[in-house]
Every structure is written in structure tokens, then in C-alpha cells.
């Protein structure tokens, strides 16, 4: 495996996304909209394709809607960034078949790097916490040209 640095072009208008991408067969398609000035929100309901230990949702696809609301989160305030670091409570086992509400919003921004927050509640009338996370989001410049090594350490360089 070379260290070398490979290229990654930042495409903001993805279609492939595992989470929220249309095009994207064995894909989640949740959609996530615009929740208030700072944050993002979607609906999804737990599927048994998805599941981990029977009747559970997997812990990884928990997270990964998490992680999504969290970069829609960015991407609603005109930029564009990726999880850094992620501290991840799971509280309750997420049942298959539960409406599920997701939202992920930004609490403070220090030159690259913002501090974010998501969770995921059922949707009742009680809205039992299921998961959270908070993470640091690092920020990226799409007219620049991401360069990932191959210890997965993301630097920038001016797209040529």
C-alpha cells in the first residue's frame, strides 16, 4: 500500500450517499431538511434490512444517520465538512419498525473546525432518546482538493 496521497474531489451534490442518496441501491434514502438556522431533520423508520441483533437496528447504521444530520447540519449553513471526532452514547436498543426522528445541528464554529451535536428519538409523544452523539466537524473547502494518505489523514492543497 503506497503513502502517498490519493486525491478526493469534495461533490457536494452527491447522489451515491449511503444515507441520503436517491441513486444509491443499497442505500438508506432518508431525505434531511433545513431545522431552524443551525440544524437538520429527518424521519426514517427502522428497517428489518437494516437490523443488527434481531429486531435491533444496527448500531453502525444508528450511527451513520447520525453522522449524515450532522453534516446536512454544515451543509444547510452554506458549507461543507466532514466528522472529525465523534463521542457516541446509545441509549436504548433502536427497535425495527420504529419511527425514528433525527437531528444534528452545530453549536460553535473556531477557523476549520465546528462543534455538533445529533440524536435520534422515537416519534411519539414522548420521544424517548434512543442515541446522541457529539462530534467535531472539520470544514472543507470544495474549490480546493482534498488529499487523504494512507492513514486516512485528510490535508488541502489548491486544485490545479
Not at 503506497?2 to 452527491?14: D, E, F, H, L, M
Request: proline content about 6%; glycine content about 10%; overall charge positive.
Amino acid at each position: 500500500m503506497s503513502s502517498r496521497p490519493s486525491a478526493v474531489r469534495v461533490n457536494p451534490k452527491t447522489k451515491r450517499c449511503y444515507v441520503c442518496g436517491p441513486e444509491n441501491p443499497g442505500g438508506l434514502h432518508v431525505p434531511f431538511f433545513q431545522d431552524g438556522p443551525h440544524g437538520s431533520r429527518a424521519l426514517y423508520t427502522a428497517q428489518v434490512d437494516h437490523a443488527g441483533w434481531p429486531g435491533m437496528l444496527h448500531g453502525g447504521v444508528t450511527f451513520a444517520l447520525m453522522d449524515e444530520a450532522l453534516g446536512w447540519a454544515v451543509y444547510f449553513q452554506g458549507l461543507h465538512g466532514g466528522t472529525a471526532r465523534a463521542d457516541t452514547r446509545f441509549r436504548q436498543p433502536v427497535p425495527i419498525g420504529a419511527k425514528l426522528i433525527i437531528r444534528g445541528w452545530t453549536l460553535a464554529q473556531r477557523r476549520r473546525l465546528m462543534t455538533a451535536r445529533a440524536e435520534i428519538r422515537i416519534d411519539n409523544e414522548a420521544q424517548t432518546l434512543l442515541a446522541e452523539i457529539d462530534a467535531t466537524m472539520f470544514l472543507l473547502d470544495v474549490e480546493k482538493e482534498t488529499m487523504i494518505d494512507a492513514a486516512g489523514v485528510a490535508s488541502q492543497k489548491f486544485a490545479q
